[in-house]
């Protein structure tokens, strides 16, 4: 039954809002007898000290007990720190935490996903080196806003396939790695490895290219590798997902998603959970 309703108690002195609560029947009331040590208890004993009584007023009526518990947690979410409330976890995992709203989160703002990556490396120039990526724990692109944009794609907690393309180097080619994001890509200069600038390791690669520009510097993003072997014993068979792009959605290719699983012995729909 529709008999539900959603209250608030305001304090008389300041109009301030201080506790919101549910109920149906007399339940709004309950709360001026409450002689415990709460918070809320203390506030409404305070008001009456003054010769004052607490405005009680219904927000919202004629609810079922599930939207009675929605629209409380709403409201709690939304002015929590200023209440006295004690938050119930009714509906908790819907709602994102409180003073997160400069972050972005997954399953809030974006989410998580099953990617292939291009390691990127190059015959000429030498740019990227995928023992490099592979031994400090970081990938990259950019000297382009297309290709920054790609890896700037990333999200913290994607899981991505990282492929080797065949080039005059490696003696093979194919699927070297499975990765998870730790860090957002960002440009090379601005990037710390264990408290050491990346520029100041002895890479193989040359990331210092267009170093002091933001359009076409070396994105890079910091991973946490889950597999990840050398280039010479890149992973392949024919029919396998490949493509220019430097990022690529994987989720539908099942048949290479089952070739990355039993050769990698990973679980990619657990680990991007």
């Known amino acids: 039954m529709n008999n539900y309703y959603v209250y608030v108690y305001i304090d008389p002195r300041n109009f301030e809002e201080f506790y919101f609560g549910k109920g149906k029947g007399s339940r709004k009331n309950a709360h001026l007898n409450d002689d415990s040590d709460s918070e809320k208890a203390n506030r409404i004993a305070s008001i009456k000290d003054e010769g004052l009584e607490p405005i009680i007023r219904v927000i919202a009526k004629d609810l079922s007990k599930k939207e009675a518990l929605l629209i409380e947690k709403t409201l709690l979410w939304k002015l929590g720190r200023n209440l006295t409330n004690i938050s119930s976890g009714h509906f908790k995992n819907k709602f994102r935490p409180h003073n997160t709203l400069h972050l972005e989160l997954n399953n809030f703002d974006y989410e998580n996903g099953i990617y292939y990556y291009v390691v990127g490396e190059d015959s000429k120039n030498e740019k990227r080196n995928w023992d490099d990526y592979r031994e400090l724990g970081f990938i990259s692109a950019g000297q382009g806003v297309k290709y920054k944009n790609y890896i700037k794609g990333f999200n913290p907690g994607d899981i991505f396939a990282a492929y080797l393309r065949q080039n005059k180097r490696s003696d093979g080619f194919g699927y070297v790695g499975i990765g998870r994001i ?92």
């Open 182 to 273: 730790i860090q957002e890509a960002k440009p090379v200069r601005e990037v710390q490895i264990d408290g050491k600038p990346l520029i100041d390791y002895d890479l193989r690669g040359n990331m210092y290219k267009n170093i002091e520009s933001d359009e076409l510097c070396e994105y890079v993003a910091l991973v946490e590798w889950i597999r990840a072997v050398e280039s010479s014993e890149a992973k392949w068979e024919p029919g396998l997902f490949t493509n220019q792009n430097i990022r690529t959605k994987l989720d539908k290719q099942t048949e290479t998603i089952e070739f990355l699983e039993n050769t990698f012995q990973v679980n990619l729909r657990e680990l991007v959970a």
